[in-house]
T-cell receptor, first 113, second 115 residues
């Protein structure tokens, strides 16, 4: 069975500092990988996804994630964070050919001025 | 194009009461889902549907029922509310990308408290 583990439940960083949110998955078959963001009191929004091709994927607001098959990881990074990036971030995996998305436990990113 | 719409946004229920969370999507997506979100637990799949007339259990289906009579609607029913069902509920829908991936779109959530 597939599972997704987000290694940090909370990550506090200072504004304009770099950040990495870690995600590891386990699956015996190929998966698609996603990062979703949830701002306070809102639903989840797709941030970026890896389906195939280039292992580095980017979002429009400066986040990027790299698919590493050998380490079964899909860590999310941003070189310089802003106060508005304060949110909860969820990593998720979908087994190819399946319809059910499996989520990690979430990482709360807090940006301090 | 409203996307995925859930109602109500907030509800307080007494133990043993019943209620239905409504969900509708206008994107003609075949797949629809109900998740619940509890602090520190991420999202857990309750039920999902791959098309009208077809539903299946997810990870945590006990205490819930669903139906899918149309492509657009996927209501979630709680028959006998229990405090353990206090949670935030998210409805979602998805389609299959050209590349075979499945991009899921979420509603804004329904906050349910059972007292």
């Amino acid at each position: 069975a597939q599972s997704v583990t987000q290694l940090d439940s909370q990550v506090p960083v200072f504004e304009e500092a770099p950040v990495e949110l870690r995600c590891n998955y386990s699956s015996s078959v190929s998966v698609y990988l996603f990062w979703y963001v949830q701002y306070p009191n809102q639903g989840l929004q797709l941030l970026l996804k890896y389906l195939s091709g280039s292992t580095l994927v980017e979002s429009i607001n400066g986040f990027e994630a790299e698919f590493n098959k050998s380490q079964t990881s899909f860590h999310l990074r941003k070189p310089s964070v802003h106060i508005s990036d304060t949110a909860e971030y969820f990593c998720a995996a979908l087994v190819q050919g399946a319809q059910k998305l499996v989520f990690g436990q979430g990482t709360r990113l807090t940006i301090n001025p | 194009n409203a996307g995925v719409t859930q109602t109500p946004k907030f509800r307080i229920l007494k133990i043993g009461q019943s209620m239905t969370l409504q969900c509708t999507q206008d994107m003609n997506h075949n797949y629809m889902y109900w998740y619940r979100q509890d602090p520190g637990m991420g999202l857990k799949l309750i039920y999902y549907s791959v098309g009208a007339g077809i539903t299946d259990k997810g990870e945590v289906p006990n205490g819930y029922n669903v139906s899918r009579s149309t492509t657009e609607d996927f209501p979630l029913r709680l028959e006998l509310a229990a405090p353990s069902q206090t949670s935030v509920y998210f409805c979602a829908s998805s389609y299959t990308d050209r590349g075979g991936g499945n991009t899921i779109y979420f509603g804004e959530g329904s906050w349910l408290t059972v007292v």
